[in-house]
């Protein structure tokens, strides 16, 4: 079986939406392409190394649309490294509508998304789910994934879609590997998914030390 891994770009107060270009989500969204002034080398090189054996891409079909609209257009270019690799994967797209997929090796999954997910799964090593608001908060309600990539940046924006707003349920995770973070403060965080549900506690029992101040 392989693994799931969402891929998220957040601020710090976990918006999630539009940070790629002023026109991937016009619609009353005054920050789309906020992530832009904080692109730094060392995120650069954090994000090349996620992709790493990547087999296949899952997308929600706005995010679809805007990958199949830029990166068949960008071999040989700057990003040809990433466009190599997202031309010749194959794409699932999760998709209520019937959307037309122009994009070498695209299909869109049937109406269950659960059983199509786990079908991805069990087909790929290593599946790629990259922005997807709407189909992350899918996967996050059903517990399908398995690696959460998520890159917190330096700013507030105060409006904006939400990583976790509505599509969380309660969920272990457990970090992976140290946290790395570039000059600029942007903070790349890999978790895994990890079994049970968050535990409770009393903060003042007595061999935690804190009802006497330590």
Known sequence: MGLIHIELFATLDLVGQAPGGPDEDPEGFPFGGWQAPLLHEVTGAQILAAYEDTDALLLGRRTYELFAAYWPHQKGGPDNQIADLFNRVPKYVASRGTPDLPWAGSTRLGPDLAAAVREIRDRHEHVKVVGSLDLVQSLLRERLFDRLDLWVHPITLGVGKKVFDGGAVPTNVTLLEP???????????RYGRADGTPATGDMSAPDRGLANGG
């Open 179 to 189: 946290p790395v973070a570039s000059p600029n403060g942007t903070v790349y965080l």
